[in-house]
């Protein structure tokens, strides 16, 4: 090692690992830095029939979905379903439950026409056919493709079937379930080029995710028909990329599962993989690239006595890709502060109780739409030890049953787990803790795993994963009674707006979803419309979106009030529009209505200035139509963007805060959607 060229001076100071969340991270764009896992493999080959990759958040789905849209040699599409789960089911919940049941069916009928018709419509986007060189059979669905998403596309589906059970119409049923015969018999006799078999990337589905049963059914739904139609249409594959708590509601209710599970791939890494990604990405920023397999990490990292240092660093981020990079970016940053010319031991331990907050956030950010602020369950191990028996989680168990807070907020998931057996197996689900039995010190591996239930017994110690250990400020002891000992909490989360408790928070957050679903349209609920927004601003996105000001204009007589708030964001989405847009000052357009014209963007258009910036938000009452794209275009030919936000979309805003979400997901998921629709 020796011999190798010398990194230049200062050379920490280029590295650019880039960002931890993939749909954020421009180093992706570079193909040098992407890593081949045996995932990427499987989604890169037909042959291999996987439908399904599975894998925790960070464990680089997202990143793979990238990968496939950029391959010249590949010819494939992203959705993002934003409301794949009808808000009238028509039939009881229980009917669905029975993948052999005509309503489950009508479900995967649906999506299999859905998605068959998305793959449609990109093929006339990419102008490799036109509905007048496509066949009569496929050519009458023109209106479901070209004037409908492949949301609203769904819903209209899966409500046809639906009113015809609903009314016993069995018959006429039957008709609309041989539409998507005909549609396949269209689709396997066409005369297609080598270019069109399409792979249909379906992607981020938990950022729409409700967590009730109602969104595991329809789930199923979308994972029976994707391996059907891999199989029955040459031309469409239909990837799925999961969290693993969505998928492990699947594998409870499924009573076919057996049918999905050989189509599953698990996003495991490697620890060579690992050093692989880090090492690609410490090489990025210079034009001498130095040797893989240990030597380019050696050039930037101390040794430990043991060995190389990467090993320490890749089990405590339980072998996760976010969370390595994420904990080297604040080491590297931490080097940078003291003066270092490479990242020390120091350097990595000053990193912990940063990144060890970031980790607790994400854990509880990752799982609030399962379990409801579930922050308020995880923080109170707060100051206790790193070790338990099973005597003393059993009395942890009891004093949050005698909690008010916690009663008051996660009692409706809470009281199914609070048998100690129970307790422990969700802990150990969320990765949250390891199980130790003598010296053996065992944690739930990333990715699709066996459904089974955790092992104990008396001699059974609970250990709280390390990366826990800093946020949470854990003693290094084993904790065997909670008798005489009063649960405290951690106070990592940011305080909530205008310094109100968290009763009357979240009890806002439900009124405003109540008044959202009874609101009437037009003019008549115009102004408690403007006043709704005006709340999910000041309860969704208060950490970065401050001073909410009502900008008052008047049209035709009447009073118009939209809001205006300052962008203060240093990181994450808004980070980015300020960046971009110039966009220090935020308009949010406020319409009580269904469907925009051309004056509503031509009104944001008028506000874009080089001193408040060019980013607005159009909230209204409607779906998304495929019009607006020219309208948005018009704008962003101008400097500018106006992202349009739909009811649903303010109604998953006040759920998410409501449920404890602290991340800004959803609304970066719609600008990419449609930031993505432009391009």
Same mark, same amino acid.
């Given at each position: 090692m020796s011999n190798l060229p010398k990194p230049p001076k200062d050379a920490i100071k280029r590295i650019n690992l880039g960002q931890s969340f993939a749909e954020n991270d421009l180093v992706?764009?570079?193909?040098?830095? /992407? *890593?081949?896992?045996?995932?990427? #493999?499987?989604?890169?080959?037909p042959a291999r029939g996987h439908c399904f990759f599975v894998g925790r958040r960070g464990s680089g789905k997202t990143a793979i979905a990238i990968h496939l849209l950029r391959d010249a040699n590949k010819n494939a599409v992203s959705i993002?379903?934003?409301? /794949? *789960?009808?808000?009238?089911?028509? #039939?009881?919940?229980?009917?669905?439950l029975d993948t052999r049941q005509k309503p489950f069916k009508s479900l995967a009928n649906a999506f299999k026409i859905a998605i068959t018709l998305e793959v449609v419509s990109h093929w006339v986007r990419s102008r490799l056919t036109t509905f007048n060189q496509l066949p009569d059979s496929l050519g009458k669905y023109r209106n479901l493709v070209e004037q409908h998403s492949f949301d609203s596309r769904l819903l209209t589906l899966v409500d046809e079937r639906l009113v015809l059970l609903e009314h016993g119409q069995d018959t006429e049923w039957l008709r609309a379930m041989k539409q998507y015969d005909n549609l396949r018999s269209a689709m396997n006799s066409l005369e297609a080029g080598r270019t069109w078999a399409t792979t249909l990337l379906i992607d981020r589905l938990d950022d729409a995710w409700s967590g009730?049963?109602?969104?595991?059914?329809?789930?199923?739904?979308?994972?029976?028909?994707?391996?059907?139609?891999?199989?029955?249409?040459?031309?469409?594959?239909?990837?799925?990329?999961?969290?693993?708590n969505i998928f492990d509601r699947v594998r409870a209710m499924d009573n076919e599962f057996s049918r999905l599970e050989t189509s599953v791939v698990s996003m495991d890494w490697s620890p060579a993989q690992l050093l692989e990604l880090i090492e690609r990405r410490l090489n990025a920023s210079f034009t001498t690239k130095w040797p893989l397999r240990g030597s380019t990490w050696a050039m930037f990292f101390e040794a430990t006595a043991a060995g190389p240092s990467y090993e320490y660093v890749f089990d405590y981020c339980q072998h996760r890709p976010r969370d390595v990079i994420t904990y080297l970016s604040f080491a590297i940053s931490a080097a940078l502060a003291s003066g270092h010319t490479?990242?020390?031991?120091?350097?990595?331990?000053a990193a912990k109780r940063r990144f060890s907050e970031n980790r607790f956030k994400d854990l509880c950010d990752e799982y609030s739409e399962n379990y409801s602020q579930i922050t308020l369950v995880l923080e109170r191990f707060y100051g206790l030890g790193s070790e338990f028996t099973l005597t003393a989680i059993d009395q942890f168990i009891q004093l949050l049953i005698t909690d008010p807070q916690v009663q008051a907020h996660c009692s409706s998931w809470l009281n199914h787990v609070t048998a100690p057996e129970r307790f422990v197996e969700w802990l150990y689900g969320l990765g949250f803790v390891g199980l130790r039995k003598g010296p053996d010190l065992s944690f739930k591996a990333l990715g699709a795993r066996s459904g089974s239930g955790v092992r104990l017994d008396q001699d059974t110690h609970i250990v709280i994963h390390p990366t826990f250990a800093d946020a949470l400020q854990l003693q290094d002891k084993v904790v065997t009674s909670l008798s005489s000992t009063a649960l405290r909490k951690s106070g990592i989360l940011e305080e909530l707006p205008e310094g109100v408790d968290l009763d009357t928070f979240t009890n806002q957050c439900q009124e405003s979803r109540e008044e959202l679903k009874t609101l009437p349209r037009g003019h008549l609920g115009k102004e408690v419309f403007e006043e709704l927004v005006g709340k999910v601003?000041?309860?969704?996105?208060?950490?970065?979106?401050?001073?909410?000001?009502?900008?008052?204009?008047?049209k035709a007589g009447v009073v118009i009030r939209d809001w205006m708030v300052s962008n203060r964001a240093t990181q994450g989405f808004w980070e980015v529009v300020r960046q971009k847009y110039g966009a220090v000052q935020v308009i949010w357009e406020c319409?009580?209505?269904?469907?925009?014209?051309?004056?509503?963007?031509?009104?944001?258009?008028?506000?874009?200035?080089?001193i408040v910036g060019k980013f607005s938000v159009i909230a209204f009452r409607g779906e998304f139509k495929k019009s607006y794209f020219e309208h948005q275009k018009r704008i962003a030919d101008n400097g500018g963007f106006a992202l349009l936000v739909s009811e649903r979309d303010l109604e998953i805003f006040l759920r998410q805060?409501?449920?404890?979400?602290?991340q800004e997901t959803h609304i970066q998921n719609l600008y990419d959607?449609?930031?993505?629709?432009l391009g």
């Open positions: 992706l764009r570079m193909r040098e830095v /992407f *890593v081949t896992t045996p995932a990427v #493999l499987a989604a890169q080959d993002t379903p934003y409301q /794949f *789960v009808p808000s009238n089911m028509r #039939l009881p919940l229980d009917r669905f009730d049963d109602a969104s595991v059914a329809v789930l199923m739904a979308m994972m029976h028909s994707s391996v059907q139609l891999h199989s029955e249409c040459s031309l469409i594959r239909p990837l799925l990329f999961l969290r693993e490479v990242v020390t031991l120091n350097d990595l331990q601003l000041r309860l969704c996105f208060y950490r970065v979106l401050t001073n909410p000001e009502p900008k008052v204009r008047h319409k009580n209505y269904d469907d925009l014209n051309a004056d509503d963007f031509h009104q944001v258009n008028y506000y874009h200035t080089d805060t409501q449920n404890g979400k602290w959607e449609q930031i993505r629709r």
